[in-house]
């Protein structure tokens, strides 16, 4: 589950280098991107507003880097260096902006047309949101266990289990029955997930195996 260390006052309780900012806005800003693409094509309110959660961490992660930027500068070539740091900064600022803008088509129920989701569906990478059955053989097993990324090319960007909703899932965690799996990846191998998922496929071998 990613972490957020950001509180009221927009400032981080947890340290961070200019290098390591940098870092966190730009794995945020993937993030951002897949969760907003896969609300809108799976038409899902709650990943859309993790989108609009995730660009007010970004703007407090540009804050800080503003205030550490400050601190660091100690002459002209030092504000030289640090001035294209924070150009690359703001204009992740500005994608995540962008990015939050696509979920409007979400959370004001706008739609997009059928040529255009159509158009969008044919786009790699692909999503889909699958349900865990009972009798899955992913039941009980952890996202770093099954490999997904290496033996299907597909990663999980969220679970949702009952009222929670787990955004970008750590390795260690493990599917249960019920939850509801939103991946990415190539479409016959999103459709391989679904079948394990689905119990329709028991065999894991199967599916690592084509």
């Known amino acids: 589950m990613r972490r957020k260390y950001s509180n009221e006052f927009g400032f981080h309780a947890k340290p961070m280098s200019v290098r390591e900012v940098l870092k966190e806005m730009k794995d945020i800003c993937g993030l951002m991107i897949d969760l907003a693409y896969a609300s809108v094509l799976l038409n899902d309110k709650d990943l859309a507003n993790e989108v609009l959660e995730l660009e007010r961490e970004i703007d407090s992660l540009l804050y800080q880097l503003w205030m550490s930027a400050a601190i660091a500068v100690r002459d002209r070539a030092d504000a030289e ?60 097993k952890s996202i770093g266990e099954l490999d997904l990324d290496i033996e299907l090319g597909i990663y999980v960007i969220a679970i949702r289990r009952g009222k929670e909703l787990i955004i970008d899932p750590e390795d260690f965690e493990k599917f249960q029955a019920g939850d509801v799996v939103v991946v990415k990846g190539p479409a016959d191998c999103l459709e391989d997930f679904a079948k394990v998922a689905s119990g329709e496929i028991k065999d894991w071998s199967e599916v690592i195996e084509e």
């Open 81 to 140: 260096a640090m001035s294209s740091v924070v150009k690359v900064a703001m204009a992740m600022d500005e994608i995540s902006n962008a990015v939050s803008d696509i979920t409007h088509v979400v959370l004001r129920k706008l739609g997009i047309h059928p040529a255009v989701r159509e158009v969008l569906e044919k786009i790699e990478p692909h999503y889909k949101r699958v349900t865990i059955a009972k009798d899955s053989y992913l039941v009980g």
